[in-house]
Protein backbone atom coordinates (compact mmCIF):
# COMPACT_ATOMS: atom_id res chain seq x y z
CA UNK A 1 0.00 0.00 0.00
CA UNK A 2 1.30 3.28 -0.85
CA UNK A 3 2.00 5.41 2.42
CA UNK A 4 3.31 9.76 2.66
CA UNK A 5 4.35 10.41 5.67
CA UNK A 6 4.64 14.34 6.46
CA UNK A 7 6.95 16.03 9.24
CA UNK A 8 6.51 17.78 11.74
CA UNK A 9 3.11 17.98 11.80
CA UNK A 10 3.13 22.02 13.01
CA UNK A 11 6.16 24.09 12.58
CA UNK A 12 6.40 27.65 14.32
CA UNK A 13 9.01 29.74 12.84
CA UNK A 14 10.76 33.41 13.17
CA UNK A 15 10.46 35.43 10.14
CA UNK A 16 13.90 35.07 8.95
CA UNK A 17 14.01 31.69 10.33
CA UNK A 18 15.13 28.98 7.71
CA UNK A 19 14.10 25.30 8.03
CA UNK A 20 12.70 22.38 6.16
CA UNK A 21 9.81 20.36 6.11
CA UNK A 22 9.92 16.46 5.76
CA UNK A 23 8.62 14.06 3.46
CA UNK A 24 8.86 10.25 3.37
CA UNK A 25 7.38 7.82 0.43
CA UNK A 26 7.18 4.71 -0.51
CA UNK A 27 5.09 4.54 -3.62
CA UNK A 28 4.67 1.78 -5.92
CA UNK A 29 6.14 2.96 -9.52
CA UNK A 30 6.40 6.62 -8.25
CA UNK A 31 5.20 8.85 -11.24
CA UNK A 32 5.59 11.88 -9.24
CA UNK A 33 6.71 13.59 -5.63
CA UNK A 34 4.19 17.02 -5.45
CA UNK A 35 4.55 19.33 -3.28
CA UNK A 36 1.14 21.84 -2.70
CA UNK A 37 0.16 24.60 -0.17
CA UNK A 38 -2.83 24.92 1.24
CA UNK A 39 -4.64 28.33 3.16
CA UNK A 40 -7.04 27.91 5.39
CA UNK A 41 -10.58 27.65 4.17
CA UNK A 42 -9.18 27.13 0.71
CA UNK A 43 -8.12 24.11 -2.28
CA UNK A 44 -4.28 22.85 -2.27
CA UNK A 45 -2.61 25.11 -4.17
CA UNK A 46 -0.07 23.36 -6.65
CA UNK A 47 3.50 24.34 -6.06
CA UNK A 48 5.93 21.73 -7.50
CA UNK A 49 6.49 18.06 -9.14
CA UNK A 50 9.24 16.10 -8.81
CA UNK A 51 10.31 13.25 -10.85
CA UNK A 52 13.68 11.75 -9.89
CA UNK A 53 15.88 11.37 -7.15
CA UNK A 54 18.31 14.32 -7.08
CA UNK A 55 16.01 16.68 -8.73
CA UNK A 56 15.58 20.19 -6.77
CA UNK A 57 12.84 23.43 -7.73
CA UNK A 58 12.54 26.17 -6.32
CA UNK A 59 10.24 29.13 -6.45
CA UNK A 60 10.83 32.38 -4.39
CA UNK A 61 11.58 30.88 -1.17
CA UNK A 62 11.05 27.49 -0.69
CA UNK A 63 13.68 24.95 -2.66
CA UNK A 64 12.20 21.45 -3.46
CA UNK A 65 14.64 18.56 -3.38
CA UNK A 66 14.05 14.62 -3.51
CA UNK A 67 15.97 11.81 -3.32
CA UNK A 68 14.76 8.04 -3.24
CA UNK A 69 12.97 7.78 -0.29
CA UNK A 70 12.34 10.96 0.77
CA UNK A 71 11.59 15.17 -0.47
CA UNK A 72 12.33 18.29 1.54
CA UNK A 73 10.68 21.63 1.04
CA UNK A 74 13.18 24.37 2.05
CA UNK A 75 12.22 27.58 3.23
CA UNK A 76 14.71 30.30 3.14
CA UNK A 77 14.27 33.36 5.26
CA UNK A 78 10.42 33.01 5.99
CA UNK A 79 7.62 35.38 6.17
CA UNK A 80 4.71 35.77 7.79
CA UNK A 81 2.81 35.07 4.58
CA UNK A 82 4.42 31.79 4.18
CA UNK A 83 2.38 30.07 6.39
CA UNK A 84 0.32 27.61 5.23
CA UNK A 85 -0.05 23.90 5.55
CA UNK A 86 2.06 22.36 3.10
CA UNK A 87 1.00 18.95 1.81
CA UNK A 88 3.44 16.05 0.23
CA UNK A 89 1.62 13.48 -2.22
CA UNK A 90 2.74 11.08 -3.88
CA UNK A 91 1.69 9.92 -7.82
CA UNK A 92 2.01 5.87 -8.69
CA UNK A 93 1.82 4.32 -11.66
CA UNK A 94 -2.05 4.41 -11.43
CA UNK A 95 -1.91 8.64 -11.71
CA UNK A 96 -3.95 8.61 -8.61
CA UNK A 97 -2.27 10.67 -5.51
CA UNK A 98 -1.53 9.78 -1.76
CA UNK A 99 -1.40 12.36 0.42
CA UNK A 100 0.38 12.63 3.75
CA UNK A 101 -1.48 14.89 6.53
CA UNK A 102 0.45 18.15 6.19
CA UNK A 103 2.80 20.31 8.07
CA UNK A 104 1.20 23.41 9.54
CA UNK A 105 3.47 25.98 8.89
CA UNK A 106 3.29 29.33 11.19
CA UNK A 107 5.90 32.26 10.86
CA UNK A 108 5.77 34.83 12.96
CA UNK A 109 6.57 39.01 12.82
CA UNK B 1 -9.92 30.95 -17.08
CA UNK B 2 -11.48 29.95 -14.31
CA UNK B 3 -9.59 26.87 -13.54
CA UNK B 4 -11.54 23.93 -11.46
CA UNK B 5 -14.58 25.82 -9.56
CA UNK B 6 -17.22 23.56 -7.36
CA UNK B 7 -20.93 24.40 -6.05
CA UNK B 8 -22.31 24.70 -3.56
CA UNK B 9 -19.58 26.48 -1.68
CA UNK B 10 -21.52 25.49 1.57
CA UNK B 11 -24.11 23.42 2.12
CA UNK B 12 -26.25 21.59 5.10
CA UNK B 13 -27.84 18.17 4.98
CA UNK B 14 -30.47 16.25 7.36
CA UNK B 15 -29.49 13.18 7.53
CA UNK B 16 -31.37 10.43 4.53
CA UNK B 17 -31.03 13.39 2.52
CA UNK B 18 -29.83 13.45 -1.31
CA UNK B 19 -27.79 16.14 -2.68
CA UNK B 20 -25.14 16.26 -5.55
CA UNK B 21 -21.77 18.33 -5.39
CA UNK B 22 -21.08 19.98 -8.99
CA UNK B 23 -17.81 19.73 -10.44
CA UNK B 24 -16.23 21.71 -13.72
CA UNK B 25 -12.76 22.54 -15.57
CA UNK B 26 -11.94 24.83 -18.44
CA UNK B 27 -8.16 23.24 -18.77
CA UNK B 28 -9.38 20.88 -21.12
CA UNK B 29 -8.07 18.19 -18.27
CA UNK B 30 -8.40 14.33 -18.91
CA UNK B 31 -8.50 12.87 -16.08
CA UNK B 32 -11.02 14.54 -12.80
CA UNK B 33 -10.76 13.46 -9.52
CA UNK B 34 -13.21 13.89 -6.18
CA UNK B 35 -11.73 13.79 -2.66
CA UNK B 36 -12.51 14.86 0.65
CA UNK B 37 -10.51 16.47 3.48
CA UNK B 38 -11.46 15.49 7.28
CA UNK B 39 -9.80 17.06 10.43
CA UNK B 40 -6.37 14.42 11.49
CA UNK B 41 -6.50 12.50 8.07
CA UNK B 42 -5.33 14.37 5.22
CA UNK B 43 -7.11 14.37 1.50
CA UNK B 44 -8.55 10.92 0.56
CA UNK B 45 -9.50 10.09 -3.14
CA UNK B 46 -13.28 8.84 -3.41
CA UNK B 47 -13.67 8.64 -7.24
CA UNK B 48 -11.30 9.23 -10.21
CA UNK B 49 -11.85 9.90 -13.79
CA UNK B 50 -9.02 8.90 -15.72
CA UNK B 51 -11.09 10.56 -19.05
CA UNK B 52 -14.52 10.80 -20.43
CA UNK B 53 -16.97 7.79 -20.13
CA UNK B 54 -14.88 6.22 -17.26
CA UNK B 55 -14.94 6.24 -13.85
CA UNK B 56 -13.26 4.49 -10.80
CA UNK B 57 -13.23 4.09 -7.07
CA UNK B 58 -10.78 5.57 -4.58
CA UNK B 59 -9.94 5.04 -1.10
CA UNK B 60 -13.42 5.81 0.36
CA UNK B 61 -16.07 5.09 -2.45
CA UNK B 62 -19.04 4.04 -0.10
CA UNK B 63 -21.94 6.06 -0.17
CA UNK B 64 -21.13 8.32 -3.18
CA UNK B 65 -21.65 7.97 -6.83
CA UNK B 66 -20.31 10.08 -9.83
CA UNK B 67 -21.08 10.92 -13.09
CA UNK B 68 -18.30 11.96 -15.76
CA UNK B 69 -21.52 14.53 -17.55
CA UNK B 70 -18.77 15.00 -20.39
CA UNK B 71 -14.94 16.22 -20.72
CA UNK B 72 -15.57 19.37 -18.29
CA UNK B 73 -17.83 18.07 -15.57
CA UNK B 74 -17.76 15.44 -12.94
CA UNK B 75 -20.54 15.24 -10.24
CA UNK B 76 -20.95 13.50 -6.94
CA UNK B 77 -23.35 12.50 -5.83
CA UNK B 78 -25.04 11.12 -2.05
CA UNK B 79 -27.89 9.52 -2.11
CA UNK B 80 -28.69 9.10 1.90
CA UNK B 81 -26.24 11.17 3.65
CA UNK B 82 -25.13 10.21 7.15
CA UNK B 83 -23.06 12.46 9.99
CA UNK B 84 -20.13 10.69 8.83
CA UNK B 85 -19.95 12.45 5.48
CA UNK B 86 -19.89 15.53 6.87
CA UNK B 87 -16.16 17.02 5.60
CA UNK B 88 -14.80 19.56 3.21
CA UNK B 89 -15.03 17.74 -0.45
CA UNK B 90 -12.72 18.58 -3.54
CA UNK B 91 -12.51 18.04 -6.81
CA UNK B 92 -9.84 18.38 -8.80
CA UNK B 93 -8.26 17.69 -12.79
CA UNK B 94 -5.14 16.73 -13.97
CA UNK B 95 -2.53 17.25 -16.77
CA UNK B 96 0.29 15.00 -17.10
CA UNK B 97 2.17 17.18 -14.81
CA UNK B 98 -0.18 17.77 -11.70
CA UNK B 99 -3.85 18.20 -9.79
CA UNK B 100 -4.94 21.27 -9.69
CA UNK B 101 -8.36 21.70 -7.15
CA UNK B 102 -11.59 23.75 -6.91
CA UNK B 103 -12.05 25.80 -3.68
CA UNK B 104 -14.12 23.24 -2.08
CA UNK B 105 -17.67 22.36 -1.20
CA UNK B 106 -18.04 22.04 2.97
CA UNK B 107 -21.22 20.14 3.36
CA UNK B 108 -22.69 19.37 7.29
CA UNK B 109 -24.88 16.44 7.61
CA UNK B 110 -26.87 16.81 10.93
Known amino acids: EDQVTQSPEALRLQEGESSSLNCSYT??????LFWYRQDPGKGPEFLFT???AGEEKEKERLKATLTKKESFLHITAPKPEDSATYLCSGGGSNYKLTFGKGTLLTVNP | NAGVTQTPKFQVLKTGQSMTLQCAQDMNHNSMYWYRQDPGMGLRLIYYSASEGTTDKGEVPNGYNVSRLNKREFSLRLESAAPSQTSVYFC?????????FGPGTRLTVL
Open chain 1, 27 to 32: VSGLRG
Open chain 2, 92 to 100: ASSDSEAQY
Open chain 1, 50 to 52: LYS
